[in-house]
């Protein structure tokens, strides 16, 4: 079982739509998430990081939220545009056994007119 | 101000052969990551360097090595390649030490064939 888990795997809305994408991780310590955005056939590209200690994050028209205790996380995208459509990761470092960084399998976000 | 680069862009092998692959970082970074990503198992961390020290890697086998320069360029070697290693391979640089919470920014990738 992957230690961080993305849902939903997939999701399509109408441009100008809302959409929360869920991040849950089951490791801890951590001292940092943090949720990419991947288009097609190119490298990731950062949204927000947030340590253990911050609750929420925006950057234009993403937001997301820590919920440390329940151990979840969730990016929150407003008035959805068509080049929202891409696969968002979301990232989690794990600080205890090594510092490793844990990878999301992804949700694939399609916005249609 | 130049993004990252990866050289090369695409790449073929047969199995067996070994492989190094080059990334750039942005001018004045100091740390650089690498990332395998293939449609099986998604994106999965292999190591970052900081100021040319190796500063966590991750669960690969030992035929995955890799360097950084003292200008913060960075290499990736795999030796004896396995039909499983063909995948994207993605570099990020950051300004700071990559366990801080600081911005990476990726490069375009290296897509490896193994045949």
């Known amino acids: 079982k992957n230690q961080v888990e993305q849902s939903p795997q997939s999701l399509i809305i109408l441009e100008g739509k809302n959409c929360t994408l869920q991040c849950n991780y089951t490791v801890s310590p951590f001292s940092n998430l943090r949720w990419y955005k991947q288009d097609t056939g190119r490298g990731p590209v950062s949204l927000t990081i947030m340590t253990f200690s911050e609750n929420t994050k925006s950057n234009g028209r993403y937001t997301a939220t820590l919920d440390a205790d329940t151990k979840q996380s969730s990016l929150h995208i407003t008035a959805s545009q068509l080049s929202d459509s891409a696969s968002y990761i979301c990232?989690?470092?794990?600080?205890?056994?090594?510092?490793?960084?844990?990878f999301g399998t992804g949700t694939q976000l399609k916005v249609e007119l | 101000k130049a993004g990252v680069t990866q050289t090369p862009r695409y790449l073929i092998k047969t199995r067996g052969q070994q492989v190094t692959l080059s990334c750039s970082p942005i001018?004045?970074?100091?740390?650089v990551s690498w990332y395998q990503q293939t449609p099986g198992q998604g994106l999965q961390f292999l190591f970052e360097y900081f100021s040319e020290t190796q500063r966590n890697k991750g669960n690969f086998p030992g035929r995955f090595s890799g360097r950084q320069f003292s200008n913060s360029r960075s290499e990736m070697n795999v030796s004896t390649l396995e039909l499983g290693d063909s995948a994207l391979y993605l570099c990020?640089?950051?300004?700071?030490?990559?366990?801080?919470?600081?911005?990476?920014?990726f490069g375009p990738g290296t897509r490896l064939t193994v045949l």
């Open positions: 990020a640089s950051s300004l700071v030490d990559p366990t801080v919470a600081d911005t990476q920014y």
């Open positions: 001018s004045g970074h100091r740390s």
């Open positions: 990232v989690v470092r794990f600080t205890g056994g090594g510092n490793k960084l844990t």
